[in-house]
């Protein structure tokens, strides 16, 4: 999936603005100019469209971390991935959120999408693990789907 798919998405579940965004990414000591922020939150047909790299991507992630659960001097900063798969993405958005196994399963079927314990283990395994299995783009999109839904219930 693409970072800037999911960057739009975290932005409004989490209902913030382009300045917050770049603050969040200020904390992890990458400095993105507002204009350079609009221009990742283009979709790709617009104007100006510029894809979000994985550095800003993964920093962006471990920013978010932050953001969601606070930063303990204790334990040291998340990793900053040099590439960015969408198991990454839903690694850290599983740590950003505090969410369990029992959690993950609850938001995927909300967005109806059905998955076993046994299924989403594997997504969360390191690469090369014989269980290991690539999160696909649908699997991401039912997530942030499910998480939205969660996070940013309809009124009425």
Known sequence: MMNNDVLRSVRYMLDLSEGRLIEILASTGITISPPVMSRYLKKEDEADYMICPDEVMAN???????????????????????????????????????????????????????????????????????NYRPCGDQVLRYFLKGLTMRVRPKKG
């Open 60 to 130: 962006f992630l471990n920013g978010l971390i932050f953001f969601k659960r606070g930063r303990d001097d204790r334990f040291p900063a998340p990793e900053v991935e040099k590439r960015v798969t969408n198991n990454v993405m839903l690694k850290k958005l599983r740590v950003a959120f505090e969410l369990k196994t029992e959690d993950l399963q609850g938001i995927l079927a909300a967005a109806d999408f059905k998955v076993s314990e046994g299924e989403l283990s594997a997504f969360f395994r390191k690469e090369g693990h014989k």
